[in-house]
């Protein structure tokens, strides 16, 4: 078969044979691949990659392995996660993984997008133009949900399946050749889900562990284009689940995410659920460690809600869930097709409020649905200042090509900014957090503040607290006590650190008192 060229798309190349099987061998060391599979014979890779000539110049000189990679990600925890599973592969490999600051000194850019947004979409566009003729490969959702935007034509894309196979495609690519892989993975005919989570991760933070539970979702909302890129619901086993916690907390992760596209759907498609999938892993989580759950759609939760609360009150469990509610009109849900009514939602809420302590609930918001009118607004409104939400993503509706909202008929632009703008206002109009000065809370130290002068805290309500920025508390459980709190944080000094964890991050830094 020809390699095509010109106009010619290929959306699946697995089901092609390229021209050239001879460049496309894996390396193999000790009889297995470089992603860890055992190599029983000679492997015939001629079916993994179909390749097209592209405008950028032939580098047959560059020894594999060996250049500088570019990763921009964009969207949510699980595009995150599945960045770093691609970075882990190639820095394995010998690619060497840039930061921001040495982006244009990469030899290629990985861009790994999202597509729940127009914005999150342009920001891709702008960055490609940004690579100003760098090899380019676009991960994530916008590919795999829309393989035939002309804007990817001459551009080397990867699904949101096919990340266990990121070299193969950074390879070719830096050969000048473009590259589509975009097919679901399949064994005996049956599509599988992700990635296999025991892959080699860089991890954006060395602290912080991401583990996607399931690909997928099992609902079919008619603004989200998500599952046009994720698919139905696919999870992965439990026992696959708690051997990568177990191993990221060996490598000395503090603190596991669990990350899907709705997290109280696991296990539905394999007999199973959350929360017996949950009581595993946290059996595996260290003292001084935290476990974090990701999002959540109404419906699945509302049937787990009296086992979640123990889960939540577990003392390495955040007291923490994001539930999108997205409107408060039971005709608006209906049109969104979101399969719950405003008093489920409010079941959940009052429900944990009630029964787990200091519970951190948070939320999300469209304004402007198509179908949206101002009484259907107003309810919205109302919810928002019944909760209080500590956290509220209020987000304005964008008609995604290929969904069922985007042949609706649009609220006018001012009135969705009117109603973004009276919600917004009033969440900037209540402190939550103007109670909480002269407290005392035992908080994770994870990360660095945006501002780079101190470090970042969380109490088991998942609140964020900003503390001095000395090196040896990160990664530790530390008691802090409140001196200010703002709209959005609170600042504090550190009362006590456990005594052995901190000698023992004293000596590992050589801190000493003088």
Same mark, same amino acid.
């Given at each position: ?133 760098? +090899?380019? @490969? ?8 829309? $393989?035939? =935007?002309?804007?990817?034509? /001459?551009?080397? %894309? ?41 892959? +080699?991760? @860089? ?8 583990? $996607?539970? =399931?690909?997928?979702?099992? /609902?079919?909302? %008619? ?292």
């Amino acid at each position: 078969m020809p390699v095509p060229c010109g106009d010619d798309v290929v959306e699946d190349i697995e089901d092609l044979i390229s021209a050239e099987p001879s460049k496309l061998r894996p390396r193999v060391v000790n009889g297995h691949t470089q992603n860890g599979t055992k190599v029983e014979k000679e492997q015939d890779v001629s079916e993994l990659l179909e390749l097209r000539p592209s405008e950028v110049p032939n580098t047959d000189s560059h020894i594999p392995g060996t250049q500088k990679i570019y990763f921009k990600t964009w969207g949510c925890t699980h595009n995150t996660s599945d960045s770093e599973y691609m970075a882990g592969q190639l820095q394995e490999y010998g690619y060497q993984i840039v930061n921001d600051d040495q982006r244009d000194e990469a030899d290629l850019w990985i861009l790994n997008s999202c597509t729940v947004k127009t914005p999150a979409e342009d920001h891709l566009r702008n960055y490609m133009k940004m690579a100003k003729g760098k +090899p380019l @490969v676009v991960a994530g959702c916008v590919p795999q949900g829309a $393989p035939r =935007s002309g804007y990817l034509s /001459n551009i080397s %894309t990867i699904g949101v399946q096919q990340i266990d196979r990121v070299v193969e495609v950074v390879e070719e690519t830096l050969k000048g050749n473009t590259v589509r892989l975009l097919g679901p993975k399949r064994q005996g005919g049956k599509k599988l889900g992700g990635a296999s989570l025991l892959l +080699p991760k @860089v991890r954006r933070n060395p602290l912080i562990e991401i583990i $996607p539970i =399931s690909t997928g979702c099992l /609902n079919a909302c %008619t603004y989200c284009k998500t599952k046009h890129a994720r698919g139905d619901l696919g999870s992965y086993p439990p026992a696959e689940i708690v051997a990568r916690a177990r191993q990221a907390f060996e490598e000395g992760v503090c603190e596991l995410w669990l990350t899907s596209e709705d997290t109280g759907a696991y296990g539905r498609d394999i007999g199973t659920n959350l929360t017996e999938m949950l009581w595993q892993v946290v059996e595996t989580i260290p003292d001084g460690c935290m476990l974090r759950l990701g999002m959540t759609n109404p419906p699945y939760m509302v049937e787990l809600l009296p086992e979640m609360v123990k889960i939540l009150n577990h003392p390495r469990v955040y007291s923490f869930l994001h539930v999108p509610v997205q409107s408060a009109s039971d005709g608006v849900l209906a049109d969104m097709k979101r399969e719950y009514v405003r008093s489920d939602f409010e079941h959940l809420v009052d429900f944990l409020r009630e029964n787990v302590p200091d519970v951190n609930i948070v939320t999300d918001i469209i304004c402007g649905f198509p179908t949206e009118n101002e009484q259907d607004f107003e309810e919205t409104f109302d919810l928002c200042m019944k909760y209080k939400f500590v956290s509220l993503y209020i987000n304005q509706f964008f008609p995604r090509p290929g969904t069922p909202a985007a042949k609706m008929e649009r609220v006018p632009p001012a009135e969705v900014k009117r109603r973004t703008k009276k919600l917004t206002d009033l969440f900037l109009s209540y402190e939550p957090y103007s109670g909480c000065k002269g407290k005392t809370y035992k908080a994770l130290v994870t990360e660095l503040s945006h501002d780079k002068q101190h470090y970042v805290a969380h109490n088991k309500s998942y609140h964020q607290i900003l503390v001095p920025k000395r090196p040896e508390i990160l990664g530790k459980m530390v008691t802090v006590k409140i001196t200010e709190t703002g709209r959005h944080y609170m600042n504090a000094e550190i009362v006590d650190v456990d005594s052995d964890q901190l000698m023992a991050a004293r000596c590992a830094l050589n801190i000493t008192d003088d």
